[in-house]
């Protein structure tokens, strides 16, 4: 994801896919995860580096990112993200130049910090549920979003919209 904007969508908790607010409950924000569930305590306090999402783009996500298909993706509300970390290049001194390390996390306080490239804001969530991945509803077929369907080579779009009921929106 692009730095700046991955950034700003970190901090002030806009969806990482449109900028707008993210989808919130009482619960907490709307994510999506990589499914860890293999760790045991999993996903509280997961450190991602990617922002939150909106109901739409999550549900247009879950059908149409191929890092997502296949049970790999998980929505969880958190409670309460913290920002709380980095994601770069550490550096490490040695002679006669610095030399850079595998890109990683480095949370705000490690004595590593200030070798760190910085590229994204990191954020370890905490108070989550695990929750419903979000699915297109009929009334999300606006003439948008179903042109932004219809554009996509990855799926079976048909198929899609036939499944939340769209397949007259794509008739028209
Ligand atoms: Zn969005």
């Keep these: 994801m692009h730095g700046p904007r991955q950034r700003r969508a970190m901090r002030l908790l806009l969806c990482q896919v449109c900028g707008g607010r993210p989808d919130h409950t009482e619960q907490g924000w709307l994510w999506l995860l990589k499914d860890e569930s293999r760790y045991a305590g999993w996903p509280e306090g997961e450190i991602t580096t990617h922002p ?7 549900a247009l996500s879950a059908l149409l990112c191929t890092h997502l298909w296949q049970g790999a993706a998980v929505a969880v509300r958190v ?74 080579t990855a799926v ?15 008739n028209r």
Excluded: N
Aim: with cysteine; glycine share 10%; hydrophobic share 45%.
């Design 156 to 170: 079976d779009v048909a198929r899609l919209l036939a499944k939340v009921g769209g397949i007259a929106a794509l």
């Design 79 to 152: 409670g309460k993200p913290i920002i709380d970390g980095v994601y770069g290049l550490p550096y490490a001194v040695s002679k006669p130049w610095m030399t850079p390390g595998k890109p990683t996390v480095i949370l705000h306080g490690d004595p590593a910090m200030p070798w760190m490239l910085g590229h994204q804001v990191a954020a370890s969530l905490t108070k989550v549920t695990i929750t419903d991945l979000p699915t297109l509803r009929p009334e999300d077929l606006t003439d948008e979003v179903t042109d932004f369907l219809r554009k996509a």
């Design 52 to 58: 939150p999402v909106c109901r739409l783009c999550g």
